[in-house]
């Protein structure tokens, strides 16, 4: 009961705000959907080969890394 009476306390601004938030969570999460698809219908016969090709150049980046920052790289290709 008191959040509800703090969280109407805020006023109008946060309101605004927050609905801006998720109107551009909402507009992101289509076009990211649109962009996803076109991309898998375009490469449906070979995503076995750029996603196996990409996981290799993961592993060779995370084995002859000397720096921090392409560890993190190979890192995020890796779990990607």
Not at 30 to 44: C, N
Not at 50 to 57: E, G, N, P, Q, W
């Amino acid at each position: 009961m008191i959040f509800l009476i703090i969280g109407a306390s805020r006023g109008l601004l946060d309101l605004i705000s927050i609905k801006e938030v998720l109107w551009t969570l909402r507009l992101g999460a289509m076009l990211s959907g649109l962009l996803f698809g076109r991309l898998f219908t375009w490469l449906q016969a070979r995503i076995l080969v750029v996603v196996f090709t990409s996981l290799a150049l993961a592993m060779v980046l995370i084995a002859i890394a000397n720096f921090t920052w392409l560890t993190v790289i190979g890192a995020g290709l890796f779990f990607s």
